[in-house]
């Protein structure tokens, strides 16, 4: 079993800045990819941002100069720096972790998702 435990949501004015944490603990061997989506009503979960474990990252257009992405490995822990936030950047944010986890002797993937944290921005 894999848990994910995000913070750092909350609500901010537009132009302000977020931080958000997302930290993994289990039976985790190795991790592959750590990111962020964001989901507001009515739409389909969209990605934020991902980063590999050789640190290459991947951003939604509308975050591309905004958001930066960065993990700790050995902390197990991803971080997603949102800067100049705009009203439409408002929705709830998910920690997703993939990578292996230790099964009575044996690797097997993971693919987890964390409970998610509300960002709203006040226009």
């Known amino acids: 079993q894999v848990q994910l435990v995000e913070s750092g949501g909350g609500l901010v004015q537009t132009g302000g800045s977020l931080r958000l944490s997302c930290v993994a603990s289990g039976r985790i061997a190795s991790i592959r990819t750590m990111g962020w989506y964001r989901q507001t009503p009515g739409k389909q979960r969209e990605l934020v941002a991902t980063i590999a474990i050789d640190d290459s990252t991947d951003y939604g257009d509308s975050v591309k100069g905004r958001f930066t992405i960065s993990r700790d490995n050995a902390k197990k822990t991803v971080y997603l720096q949102m800067n100049s936030l705009k009203p439409e950047d408002t929705g709830g944010y998910y920690c997703?972790?993939?990578?292996?986890?230790?099964?009575?002797?044996?690797?097997?993937?993971?693919?987890?998702w964390g409970q998610g944290t509300q960002v709203t921005v006040s226009s």
């Open positions: 997703n972790v993939r990578g292996k986890t230790l099964v009575q002797f044996s690797f097997r993937d993971f693919d987890s």
